[in-house]
């Protein structure tokens, strides 16, 4: 029969917070709430930290009572009997000693972390429905899991996030407390205040534990990943004061009711930015149906950022933020409306193969820089599938505009894609790259990866943009939003298409020009042009011209063939036509070969 850890009813040990030094995973409970079970790694933050010791307490972690919590526990209570052996302790601060002991035989050399707070261990099996284990059970469920020789415990049943609500003035010093003891010990935590979860701004990482009977709450602190060990320095001093400042400032005005006000302005260009991706889904959606057209959207690039949000937003569920689930929801279901709108409802797709290559070249790019760029530009706590899927997104988003921007430089017709779709899309990263410049100053940096990608996004964007209203208005040149000629205004874009691709489709452009050109001659519409140097029927509806040609068809037997030309440059020509002898040719013009739109110098005669 195996032996039975007894642990009498005296089960909590007061140590007055809760620190965890060095994090090597982070498990989440499923829930709305801040991650709250940590694993933690026994040694110090560097090796040029200074060691901060305890006198043989340590307290690794922290989390809510349910069932899968309880599961991890007794996981966690397995690998601590393979440690210990089946000992038999008669309290709990001599269960907290015998892990002390043991962890630091095993490593000797690794410095052991102050760790602050209340250990709490089962008072008996009733209460939390298992029984401790054996060595030999133990071996068996160690090996499967990431507690072997590393970590050990804590469980606080009734532990739960602090609410705005319940903060007073009692409260607050209790948690300022908690951290000036921390400060004492050389810790600076960096992340007690959540700004980034607007609209619903609220205070992580604090913990408070009411008692059975209710009354005065005690405040814990958690989740070290980001703390530094400091030194005596009259800076480090400084950023602990600053610390303290800020926490209590934000306790203070959450507890008035003005810590949402306080958040609109630091998030203020990440809330437009969201706005103005969100317009320019409608704004395409709305132009895709108002000119019953996809003309000009580019399929590629649709598949690829269908393909960016489902693999940036695989956590949907995780987060604790309803404005970021609605928006994430939303970004899935209109990518993949837009496809359907585009495959079913109104087919059409002038993509060349040149295209489909340049897509597929970009998403195994991203699929194989991702692993890459997560592993040197994010901290190794972060390393994880959901992160090389993010990190993947990010790189992905950066560059899956370019079949787009290929698509409009070789379409010669009118397109749906009009200047309010690209200016809300380009609005959207430069305004993240402004909110990345204001979380410079925050504690909460952002990552290093999205900064860097969100700015090629952003560039692209901006030179495109430059060449759409830079081109020459006046050469109205088949429909088209750009061609080769208004390339040469870029910078990035021109050295993109304008070489490289610019030569490859140079041959098929001249058969689409001389097609259209040949169908104007035939009596075929021309096109109505609005001041941007874009069709305006990719604004107004593409169906205006057939509309036209539909309603004058009647008349075409009845009217004179003179009376039905359009063009008073026409008119002219067939009358100096009928004033001349047919084999003489145009005054000014040579023998050869007219230019078009060239009249030989008669347009000067009076």
């Known amino acids: 029969m195996a032996k039975k850890q007894q642990i009498p009813s005296d089960n909590i040990v007061n140590l007055g917070s809760l620190i965890e030094l060095k994090l090597v995973d982070v498990l989440q409970d499923g829930r709305s709430e801040m991650p709250s079970l940590y694993v933690v790694e026994v040694r110090r933050k560097?090796?040029?930290?200074?060691?901060?010791?305890?006198?043989?307490?340590?307290?690794?972690?922290?989390?809510?009572?349910?069932?899968?919590?309880?599961?991890?526990?007794r996981h966690e209570v397995q690998a601590y009997s393979k440690l210990t052996g089946p000992v038999t302790y008669s309290s709990a601060q001599e269960a907290a000693d015998g892990l002390v002991d043991t962890l630091s035989a095993l490593k000797p050399k690794l410095g052991w972390p102050r760790c602050l707070g209340y250990l709490a261990v089962p008072t008996n099996i009733d209460d939390y429905g298992f029984a401790w284990t054996d060595v030999a059970e133990a071996a068996a469920a160690a090996a499967q899991g990431q507690t072997q020789n590393a970590l050990l415990l804590e469980y606080i049943p009734g532990l739960a996030p602090v609410q705005l609500s319940d903060l007073d003035d009692a409260l607050i010093r209790d948690i300022l407390d908690v951290l000036a003891q921390l400060h004492e010990?050389?810790?600076?935590?960096?992340?007690?205040?959540?700004?980034?979860?607007?609209?619903?701004?609220?205070?992580?990482?604090?913990?408070?534990?009411?008692?059975?009977?209710?009354?005065?709450?005690?405040?814990?602190?958690?989740?070290?990943?980001?703390?530094?060990?400091?030194?005596?320095?009259?800076?480090?001093?400084?950023?602990?004061?600053?610390?303290?400042?800020?926490?209590?400032?934000?306790?203070?005005?959450?507890?008035?009711?003005?810590?949402?006000?306080?958040?609109?302005?630091?998030?203020?260009?990440?809330?437009?930015?969201?706005?103005?991706?969100?317009?320019?889904?409608?704004?395409?959606?709305?132009?895709?149906?108002?000119?019953?057209?996809?003309?000009?959207?580019?399929?590629?690039?649709?598949?690829?950022?269908?393909?960016?949000?489902?693999?940036?937003?695989?956590?949907?569920?995780?987060?604790?933020?309803?404005?970021?689930?609605?928006?994430?929801?939303?970004y899935i279901l209109t990518s993949f409306y837009i496809l359907g709108v585009m495959q079913w409802v109104y087919p059409r797709s002038r993509e060349r193969e040149l295209s489909?290559?340049?897509?597929?070249?970009?998403?195994?790019?991203?699929?194989?820089?991702?692993?890459?760029?997560?592993?040197?530009?994010?901290?190794?706590?972060?390393?994880?599938?959901?992160?090389?899927?993010?990190?993947?997104?990010?790189?992905?988003?950066?560059?899956?505009?370019?079949?787009?921007?290929?698509?409009?430089?070789?379409?010669?017709v009118p397109t749906v894609i009009d200047s309010f779709y690209l200016l809300a899309l380009g609005s959207y990263r430069a305004l993240y790259c402004l909110n990345w410049f204001v979380r410079m100053f925050d504690e909460l940096k952002p990552d290093a990866l999205s900064v860097i990608f969100g700015i090629i996004q952003t560039a692209l964007y901006a030179d495109f943009a430059w060449v759409y209203y830079t081109r020459q208005r006046v050469k109205l040149r088949g429909g088209g939003v750009v061609d080769a000629d208004d390339l040469r205004n870029g910078w990035l874009v021109q050295r993109i298409f304008g070489r490289t691709l610019g030569h490859h489709n140079e041959e098929h452009d001249d058969e689409e020009a001389a097609l259209h050109n040949d169908q104007q001659q035939r009596g075929g519409a021309r096109p109505k042009w609005g001041s941007r140097g874009i069709s305006v029927s990719a604004d107004e509806g593409i169906f205006e011209d057939e509309e036209r040609a539909e309603a004058s068809q009647g008349l075409d037997e009845?009217?004179?063939?003179?009376?039905?030309?359009?063009?008073?440059?026409?008119?002219?020509?067939?009358?100096?036509?009928?004033?001349?002898?047919?084999?003489?040719?145009?005054?000014?013009?040579?023998?050869?070969?007219?230019?078009?739109g060239v009249r030989g110098g008669d347009e000067w005669r009076d």
């Open 185 to 330: 010990e050389g810790i600076h935590h960096r992340a007690n205040v959540n700004p980034a979860v607007w609209p619903k701004p609220g205070i992580r990482n604090i913990y408070v534990r009411y008692g059975r009977s209710g009354g005065r709450g005690v405040p814990f602190i958690s989740n070290f990943g980001n703390a530094m060990v400091l030194g005596d320095s009259e800076r480090e001093r400084r950023l602990m004061e600053a610390e303290r400042e800020d926490l209590e400032h934000h306790l203070k005005r959450g507890m008035q009711g003005k810590l949402l006000v306080d958040e609109v302005p630091r998030e203020i260009f990440r809330i437009l930015g969201d706005l103005s991706h969100m317009a320019s889904k409608g704004i395409l959606i709305f132009s895709i149906h108002s000119n019953r057209s996809a003309e000009g959207v580019s399929l590629i690039t649709q598949i690829l950022y269908a393909l960016v949000f489902c693999t940036r937003y695989l956590d949907l569920f995780h987060t604790g933020s309803a404005w970021n689930v609605i928006f994430k929801i939303t």
């Open 46 to 73: 560097t090796d040029s930290s200074r060691p901060a010791r305890s006198a043989g307490k340590c307290v690794l972690k922290t989390f809510p009572r349910d069932t899968k919590n309880e599961d991890t526990f």
């Open 356 to 412: 489909w290559k340049l897509g597929a070249i970009i998403l195994g790019g991203a699929a194989a820089l991702s692993p890459f760029a997560m592993l040197v530009l994010l901290p190794k706590i972060k390393w994880s599938f959901l992160s090389w899927m993010w990190s993947f997104s990010e790189i992905l988003e950066s560059v899956c505009v370019l079949p787009q921007l290929l698509l409009l430089r070789q379409t010669t």
């Open 558 to 596: 009845a009217v004179d063939p003179d009376a039905k030309m359009q063009d008073p440059d026409d008119l002219a020509r067939a009358l100096d036509d009928d004033d001349e002898p047919e084999d003489a040719p145009l005054r000014g013009q040579s023998s050869g070969t007219t230019p078009p």
